[in-house]
């Protein structure tokens, strides 16, 4: 069934689809007065709706029933990535999203090769955000998840190191596996700390640990940059019942 978001709340039992997502059901789907979809208001509610009638460019539909979003997971997880090369970072936010993170925030690592003018990077910001709404509806996820501001990496341990489980994902972490650091602990929120293509250098390892962050592994393979969030996230969202 279609799924969107709505910007405000539905009104009397109506709401309003205006928009992107609005074209999308008129003249994208061409839904006919009468079908039924799915509205989000991003704060957990979804809403059972029935389309009623265009309105212009804005889409009017009948709220049939409200529920609980279900697409939600009971962990906050904030991905940390270490700015990629080229389009990779479409690809980690999509996934992300579908995983279940709330948060995404870019970080630019000594080790990205990558290193977009200001201008650039507001412009691939507004890219990866519009790709986090995109997936949060295709996936039924109950709010939009954000893509913070880039960082830089130390700014980034600070931010990560506020949450219950600050995970750094160190390749050359030897002694403590992700799961060892997750088992037995209920954490409401966990941050994960990724390196771009070329690992993190050093003395980046050194800024998480003073921080506060965890070291640690993710197995005796290296997983590409794209491949280590998610595996990450996967693990994450299996050790506290949330896959
Ligand atoms: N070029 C580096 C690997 C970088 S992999 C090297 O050859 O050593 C990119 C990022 O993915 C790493 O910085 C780390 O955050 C994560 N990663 C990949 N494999 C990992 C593993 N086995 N354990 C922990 N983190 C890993």
């Known amino acids: 069934m279609p799924r969107f978001f709505i910007d405000s709340p539905p009104v009397d039992g109506k709401a309003v689809v ?43 539909c009948q709220v049939q029933e409200v529920l609980p979003s279900q697409g939600e997971p009971n962990v906050r997880v904030t991905l940390y990535m270490g700015l990629p090369k080229g389009d990779k970072m479409d690809f980690i936010v999509q996934k992300a999203v579908e995983l279940g993170a709330v948060e995404i925030v870019p970080f630019l690592a000594e080790r990205s090769v990558s290193r977009p003018d200001a201008k650039t990077l507001r412009k691939k910001c507004e890219r990866w955000r519009k790709i986090a709404r995109e997936a949060a509806m295709q996936c039924g996820r109950g709010c939009v ?20 489980a600050p995970l750094f994902l160190y390749e050359d972490e030897r002694e403590v596996g992700i799961r060892q650091a997750l088992r037995g602990k209920q954490p409401r929120s966990v941050a994960l700390m990724i390196g771009p293509e070329g690992g993190f250098a050093p003395a980046e390892a050194e800024t998480a640990k003073q921080a506060g962050m965890q070291s640690v592994s993710l197995g005796p393979r290296i997983l590409r940059c794209e491949t280590a969030p998610l595996a990450a996230l996967s693990v994450v969202m299996y050790e506290t019942g949330n896959l």
């Open 145 to 164: 998840p954000v893509v913070g501001e880039p960082l830089t990496q130390k700014q980034a341990a600070e931010q990560a190191a506020t949450c219950d």
């Open 18 to 60: 205006t928009g992107e997502d609005a074209h999308h059901m008129l003249k994208v789907l061409r839904m006919k007065a009468g079908e039924s979809l799915i509205l989000c208001d991003g704060q957990g509610h979804d809403y059972s709706c029935t389309f009623m009638q265009a309105n212009g460019d804005t889409a009017e």
